[in-house]
Nanobody, 124 residues
Framework: QVQLVESGGGLVQAGGSLRLSCAAS????????MGWFRQAPGKEREFVAA????????SYADSVKGRFTISRDNAKNTVLLQMNSLKPEDTAVYYC?????????????????WGQGTQVTVSS
């Protein structure tokens, strides 16, 4: 069982940066692949980024490649999402998720545990 709590969201102007943090509690955090997803009003939840259990492999949605960076610190049970060059279309609730399994995945249904989400709003 893993509990996830996101933080770091807020309001930022276009072109600005935010860093989201996901704190995990529970056993065996280092054995989980971690992902970030987002959901804008009226839209389906979409994949943002994911990182393997040791941090050796990461994957990104095309829409955020080159702007967002996912990282993890297994000693601190934390996953980070550094978001740079933010755009108004990045506005959404951002969710941290965990899955058992080695490969990173962009499919929400493959993730077992979810946080409550943190709001990111990018103004133009």
């Amino acid at each position: 069982q893993v509990q996830l709590v996101e933080s770091g969201g807020g309001l930022v102007q276009a072109g600005g940066s935010l860093r989201l943090s996901c704190a995990a509690s529970g056993r065996s955090f280092s054995s989980y692949t971690m992902g970030w997803f987002r959901q804008a009003p009226g839209k389906e939840r979409e994949f943002v980024a994911a990182i393997s259990w040791r941090g050796g492999t990461s994957s990104y949605a095309d829409s955020v490649k080159g702007r967002f960076t996912i990282s993890r610190d297994n000693a601190k049970n934390t996953v980070l999402l550094q978001m740079n060059s933010l755009k108004p279309e990045d506005t959404a609730v951002y969710y941290c998720a965990a899955r058992v399994g080695l490969p990173t995945s962009s499919r929400p249904y493959e993730y077992t545990y979810w946080g409550q989400g943190t709001q990111v709003t990018v103004s133009s």
